[in-house]
């Protein structure tokens, strides 16, 4: 684990000041300071994230390569589907997509890419299998 993956998990349930990890592979020396804003609910889910957020993350790769993952069938998919949701005055699907991969690297381990991967598996774009290899 390293500490920018940990805080970003953690700053996705409950509002962080920072974060620390000790020994990247013993759970006991991870840490983490809330903010004075932040309620016991959120302190608690941020120990859930540490109690159970896999030790070795997935690494992140390229946002090109990302893409060039998606055949040109999945990615047509993926193009009618946002397309479907614009029309509809849904956003949601888009702008997962369009956060995902306006940066330079795609962080497989980011509670968005996640809601990703379960948003194009939801909607028929991908199948599981699928999901499991672009995502993995």
């Known amino acids: 684990m390293n500490?920018?993956?940990?805080?970003?998990?953690?700053?996705?349930?409950?509002p962080i000041i920072s974060c620390m990890v000790g020994d990247?592979?013993?759970?006991?020396?991870?840490?983490?300071?809330p903010t004075e804003a932040a309620t016991q609910a959120q302190i608690d889910a941020?120990?859930?994230?540490?109690?159970?957020?896999?030790?070795?993350?997935i690494m992140p790769c390229a946002t090109a390569d990302f893409v060039g993952r998606f055949t040109n069938q999945?990615?047509?998919?993926?193009?009618?589907?946002r397309l479907a949701d614009t029309q509809a005055a849904k956003a949601g699907f888009s702008k997962n997509w369009d956060?995902?991969?306006a940066?330079?690297?795609?962080?497989?381990?980011?509670?968005?890419?996640?809601t990703l991967r379960d948003q194009l598996v939801a909607?028929?774009?991908?199948?599981?299998?699928?999901?499991d290899q672009i995502f993995g």
């Open 123 to 131: 909607a028929g774009v991908i199948t599981q299998a699928r999901a």
């Open 46 to 57: 941020g120990n859930n994230v540490i109690a159970t957020i896999p030790i070795n993350p």
């Open 103 to 114: 940066t330079d690297l795609v962080d497989f381990n980011r509670k968005k890419v996640q």
């Open 24 to 33: 990247q592979d013993d759970r006991a020396t991870w840490s983490f300071v």
């Open 74 to 81: 999945e990615y047509v998919k993926l193009a009618q589907q």
């Open 3 to 14: 500490a920018v993956t940990l805080h970003d998990a953690i700053d996705d349930v409950c």
């Open 99 to 101: 956060m995902v991969v």
